[in-house]
């Protein structure tokens, strides 16, 4: 069973940054993938950013430029450097993992940016 703690949110002004972390423990394999997502009021959860076990990234179009993802040497940490942070950056964001083609997720953390 694949553990994720997950640490970072808060509220932060527009304009202003926040340093997501999510860490994994408790997989036997390796983790093949590594992301973020977020869900607003009212709305689906999306994809924020992602890392494969190969080191490609992709990032959704709305966060291109600002936010950046990275992982530890371990691969077992993920990050989520956000910058130039909008009030339409507002949500939870949620950690992602998958190993062994199966989904863990983590328990989410509040972003919110004011105005």
């Known amino acids: 069973q694949v553990q994720l703690v997950e640490s970072g949110g808060g509220l932060v002004q527009a304009g202003g940054s926040l340093r997501l972390s999510c860490a994994a423990s408790g997989s036997r394999f390796d983790i093949n993938t590594m992301g973020w997502y977020r869900q607003a009021p009212g709305k689906q959860r999306e994809l924020v950013a992602a890392?494969?076990?190969?080191?490609?990234?992709q990032y959704a179009d709305s966060v291109k430029g600002r936010f950046t993802i990275s992982r530890d040497n371990s691969k077992t940490t993920v990050y989520l450097q956000m910058n130039s942070l909008k009030p339409e950056d507002t949500a939870v964001y949620y950690c992602?993992?998958?190993?062994?083609?199966?989904?863990?997720w983590g328990q989410g953390t509040q972003v919110t940016v004011s105005s």
């Open positions: 992602k993992v998958v190993t062994l083609g199966r989904p863990y």
């Open positions: 890392i494969d076990k190969g080191g490609r990234i």
